[in-house]
């Protein structure tokens, strides 16, 4: 079997799948439409916004469908119409056994971890929150329990010290990428000699990842600020770790009027302080001085770098304080 022969269908919604998408469009594998999650209404206006992997997909031509439902039977009879013999799956919903048992050659799915560890919705968020020196990218057939197929493919990434989310997000998309194709070339191969895909089955163990939560994401100050930071890190720059700030007033020594009535608490045994409820925390680092700007960890204090009130654009800890003068 050649490349061009294989019939892939791609499922996919954010920037993450595009990667993916565009080094087979660009690899010349035949991918003869694509499945991405329904326009959705965003913003005061409600206008309809559209997922990234629907932009490239309209961009280089291909059908795109939109289910508002996985069982639909519309959607079934369309999907069974394009007689794909693989679909591919990367960043997606969770699909019903009616779609990913489907085509002749399976469905496999681009998983951003090692599995069996970190299985679920946020497996990149939850490997730097928990201080992962390394995670990597898998490929595996689905199943009925999710994350649990057989292993197809894997390759490592190592995760810096002081690196976040954002950074390993954006080095594994690129390795995701590049395991997809792999996993195509593994699949056509395996077709062409009459031999099955060499799959290895999972084991049990594992961490979980699950889905993340504004209330996941508040800061536990009673941890110690290594764990503090990795949980900083782990959620830098989204969704953003908060916490609910306070700022002595004598490190800002011209505090507007307006600031004074409107977001001063007085703490008569501690001094005047600033409160900023709900404030996203960016970056952080291990406190070697004092700073106006500090968490209180269990066993020592780390400087904020950067930060977000509600309502504000991110600053640097230096333009937030400026900015209270």
Known sequence: MEKQDLRIVFMGTPEFAVASLRALVEGDYNVVAVVTMPDKPAGRGHHMITSAVKDYALSVGLPVLQPERLKAPEFISQLSSLNAQLFIVVAFRMLPEVVWSMPALGTFNLHGSLLPKYRGAAPINWAVINGETETGVTTFFLKHEIDTGDLILQERLPIGDDENVGSVHDRMMVLGARLVLQTVDLIIDSVSSGKPVPCTPQTDESCPAPKIFKETCRIDLSRTAREVKNFVRGLSPYPGAWTD??????????????????????????????????????????????????????DGDLEILSLQVPGKKRLTANDFLNGLH
């Open 245 to 298: 700030l306070q700022v002595p007033i004598n490190s800002s020594p011209k505090i507007r009027e307006e600031n004074r009535s409107q977001e001063r608490d007085i703490d008569n045994n501690e001094g005047h302080v600033l409160t900023f409820p709900a404030t996203k925390i960016f970056e952080v680092r291990l406190a070697d001085r004092p700073s106006p700007l500090m968490l209180h960890c269990a």
